[in-house]
């Protein structure tokens, strides 16, 4: 087998932090682990970078690899001799900002394990601080904050936060979401795995899937604590780690009859690409799925806000898959046309029509800056999946 020394000389010389920045991505110090510097541009293009700059993984997909392939990933049109002559004029350039040079400078302390953590953490008490803040601010039902609690999977974290539980597929936990009224950070050291709700005793026969614990519990408030469910949160993206255990739990719902998955992320470009890889992993374990987004507004916290006040009866009217919550606009009376139709079209048609909506959105903003009436578009408004633009 014959080797190039000029590809071995480029995967060392050239990291994925200098490709993604020259690619007009930006640092999210934030949302970066010491391990695992997250990446951003745009509405939901995210990539995470491992083994120290030379490795990434995008975690809305299953994409992987060196530099090499991040550079594909980026720009799918290159054939291998245009990646390779892109790298080359990189070498011997450095990214500007390195997220683990920066944090071993922050903080010299040891990692506190995450279960060490979440053991010196009492546990929330109705009228805490913690549980003010989910039921008053986040306007989840009092009686679903409990049912966290009495599993275990949320606890008080200081200045009125809450700490919620991410478990493995055995149980053991791995890492800590940590949500407040002024901050949002996952425990250093832990891993991202899943946040479980479920509120009936037997096995579920659906499966919900979210971005973020909040979001489950505000979806199971409003589909009125379905008791053949489980709610799940993932954090965002899909790591190796929570992929792995969401596998293990639609392998497990794909052995009881009358197995679904929901995938239930939020209404945006990001929710979509989120809602194509749920969708195609029911696929691969022989499980049909449906997608549910709210209509008129981001993500289900803001629907659950919005009924706040509402009979139980009523608020479980609110849909638990796309094609009934245009009713739900009706039932509860709100006005305004929605951005988002159920029409049965292709999810990948779904993705390129909402990002484009985004683009002519983010030119109308930028022709009001000017002083325009008008923007300059040159493709009309897309009719797939969604209604007349706000």
């Known amino acids: 087998m014959t080797t190039d020394p000029e590809l071995d000389q480029i995967r060392e010389a050239v990291t994925c932090p200098l490709l993604l920045e020259r690619r007009g991505y930006k640092l999210d110090a934030k949302e970066s682990s010491r391990n695992n510097p997250k990446y951003r541009r745009g509405a939901g293009e995210i990539v995470i970078v491992n083994h120290d700059g030379k490795g990434w993984w995008d975690p809305n997909s299953t994409a992987k690899g060196d530099v090499f392939s991040l550079t594909q990933h980026l720009d799918p049109s290159l054939n291998f001799g245009q990646v390779r002559r892109e790298l080359r004029q990189l070498v011997g350039l450095t990214p500007s900002f390195t997220p683990a040079e920066r944090r071993a400078r922050q903080r010299d302390e040891p990692v506190v394990p995450p279960a060490l953590r979440w053991a010196s953490r009492p546990k929330m008490t109705e009228g805490s601080d913690g549980w003010r803040y989910l039921v008053n601010k986040r306007g989840l039902p009092a009686g679903i904050v409990a049912a ?176 009934t919550v245009l009713e739900t606009l009706r039932l509860t009376e709100m006005s305004g046309s929605a951005p988002w139709m159920p029409k049965p079209v292709a999810m990948g048609e779904r993705v390129a029509a909402i990002e484009h909506r985004s683009a002519i959105m983010a030119a109308e903003r930028l022709a009001q800056r000017n002083g325009r009436s008008e923007p300059r578009i040159e493709q009309p408004r897309p009719s797939i999946g969604m209604g007349p633009s706000s």
């Open 148 to 323: 966290v609690i009495r599993a275990d999977n949320v606890r008080e974290g200081p200045y009125g936060s809450a700490w919620f539980a991410h478990r493995d597929g055995a149980g053991v936990l791995t890492g800590i979401e940590m949500r407040g009224p002024d901050y949002r950070g996952f425990s250093a050291g832990g891993d991202k795995t899943l946040f479980r709700l479920q509120l009936g005793t037997e096995q579920p026969t659906r499966l919900a899937v979210l971005e973020a614990p909040i979001k489950a519990m505000a979806l199971a408030a409003i589909e009125g604590n379905r008791t053949d469910t489980l709610y799940i949160g993932t954090a965002g993206g899909m790591g190796p780690a929570t992929l792995k255990c969401l596998q293990q739990e639609l392998t497990a719902l794909s052995s009881r009859p009358g197995g679904m998955v929901i995938a239930a992320s939020d209404a945006d470009p990001a929710g979509e690409r989120y809602a194509v890889r749920i969708g195609d992993l029911a696929t691969e374990a022989g499980l049909p799925s449906q997608r549910a987004a709210p209509v008129g507004w981001k993500d289900w916290d803001d629907v659950l806000k919005a009924g706040a006040g509402q009979s139980p009866a009523r608020a479980s009217k609110r849909s638990s898959a796309l094609a």
